[in-house]
């Protein structure tokens, strides 16, 4: 690319703000820069040759708009009073009403979640790309950015001319004004490739130590060419309490929510939230680990102690029936719309019974006590040899980006880069599965696509 004193490269087209990356929040941050001064020229490009990919696979294709409570506790990444106050700036109700003005009502599930009533990822994205036609907004598509600088007073944006576009886009931009919301690394398929980074680098930001996958499944460590005994349960899901334990056995975090057994480990909605945590702490902490415990709502202690009253009761029958009272206690986190009460299937007792070394037909009255803790050990306080996730590749997040002590929060206005907003997952910011980085990313976009164009509205009129 040309540096600052050189002239303007040929087949470059001018507008007053440039958006690089169009999914959730760069389309947002397009559309409220339209609607905040129609008199401004917008151009948003995007590599993908479809627009809007993680939108149409997010909740199973369903699109988990919002949450019906957001606040900063569901988040991680920067601090979470940061995170507080670019939230307050557009809430979940200016997001109903968003989607409410353009046809689309969202229902509310027992989990707290917010879909569309179609319960169809389509009607969110058309209802978002007519709202960006509307807007005035140039959408280029595919159009792969391969460097962005700060040329004179402007940015120069340039175009992969290496990548498949349209004939006829120009290969260069200058804008007066530049959003990045190119994303992160999660789910590469969709586009997220990560070169975002690169360009918020090049003007002068940092990045978090560490970049990972979030919301994303784990793995458990084989033993030679043995599998996991869990693995062989493939398919099945149930409520569980995840912990990550320090070194210290200090609980680090906690949630109760339901646990899919799949052929690699763990995956659904207890899993991914728990990931990011246990990544965090095993990056400082050796020692770290996940716990999982089958029964929610009991200690080892308490089902020790009901073993030893089991009479002439088999293990396997106790387990099962014990696995379908309320428990003793409240489940630690336990999720919205999740009961906390298991039912434990016979196949997963008799594989919990042969990891404690115990016959499930065996009288509750003839085990020892040291067998009698074992199994409890194993259904409640079970340590899982995780030995990684399934990467970027299987993420819906990701955890780490620019940091928002770098961002003014009022405006996403880069403090390092004046005429620079940033917006959506570049930032570290990452929230928990449930539709809570959908409303990170209407939150950011509304505010750097509104504060940008107020920007260039002022430089116009002075």
């Known amino acids: 690319m040309p540096t ?32 905040t001064d129609p008199s401004i020229s917008i151009i948003a490009v995007d590599g993908a040759r ?157 990045l978090t130590p560490q970049i990972v996958p979030a919301l994303v499944p784990l793995t458990l460590q084989q033993n030679g060419q043995q599998s996991h005994p869990l693995v062989t349960l493939s398919g099945l899901a149930l409520p569980c309490t995840l912990e990550v ?45 996940l716990y999982i415990n089958f029964l929610p709502g009991y200690l080892t202690d308490d089902l020790d102690q009901m073993l030893a009253t089991g009479a002439g009761t088999s293990v396997g029958n106790f387990v099962s029936d014990l696995s379908r009272r309320k428990p003793p206690r409240e489940p630690l986190e336990l999720a919205e719309g999740v009961t906390g009460l298991c039912d434990l299937p016979e196949r997963l007792i008799r594989v919990l019974c042969a990891m404690a ?20 050990r194993t259904l409640t306080d079970l340590k899982l040899p995780i030995s990684g996730t399934r990467g970027f590749t299987f993420a819906e997040v990701t955890a780490g980006g620019i940091p928002l002590s770098e961002i003014q929060l009022a405006t996403m206005e880069s403090r390092v880069r004046p005429g620079l907003h940033l917006c959506g997952e570049i930032l570290d910011v990452d929230g928990r599965i449930g539709g809570y980085n959908f409303q990170w990313a209407w939150a950011s976009g509304f505010v750097a696509g509104k ?12």
């Open 4 to 35: 600052d004193s050189a002239p303007t490269p040929l087949n470059t087209t001018t507008c007053d703000l440039a958006i690089v990356g169009a999914g959730a929040a760069g389309l947002f941050a397009s559309i409220w820069a339209g609607l």
């Open 50 to 206: 479809k627009i809007g990919a993680k939108i149409l696979v997010a909740g199973g294709g369903r699109c988990n708009v919002t949450h019906a409570a957001v606040s900063e506790t569901a988040y991680y990444g920067s601090s979470r009073n940061s995170i507080r106050n670019v939230l307050r700036q557009f809430p979940v109700e200016k997001t109903v009403e968003f989607f409410a003005s353009r046809g689309v009502t969202l229902k509310a599930e027992p989990t707290g979640k917010l879909f569309p009533t179609t319960d169809d990822a389509h009607t969110i994205l058309d209802a978002l790309l007519a709202a960006v036609k509307t807007s005035r907004v140039r959408l280029l598509n595919p159009w792969r950015v391969t460097g962005v600088e700060h040329s004179g007073s402007d940015f120069l944006i340039a175009r992969d001319t290496a990548f498949d576009h349209v004939p006829g886009d120009p290969a260069f931009i200058r804008a007066r004004r530049l959003i990045l919301a190119t994303g992160g690394k999660a789910l590469p398929r969709t586009g997220s490739d990560g070169l975002g980074y690169s360009f918020a680098k090049a003007l002068g930001h940092t």
């Open 245 to 289: 334990r320090g070194g210290t056995n200090k609980r680090l975090a906690a949630f109760t929510n339901d646990t899919l057994l799949t052929h690699f480990g763990l995956s659904g909605p207890g899993p991914l939230d728990i990931s990011r945590s246990l990544q965090a702490a095993q990056a400082t902490d050796a020692g770290a680990a």
């Open 357 to 376: 070394n115990i016959e499930p037909s065996m009288p509750c009255h003839a085990l020892t006590r040291d067998s009698r803790k074992a199994l409890s």
């Open 451 to 462: 504060s940008a164009a107020m920007a260039l509205g002022q430089q116009s009129a002075t």
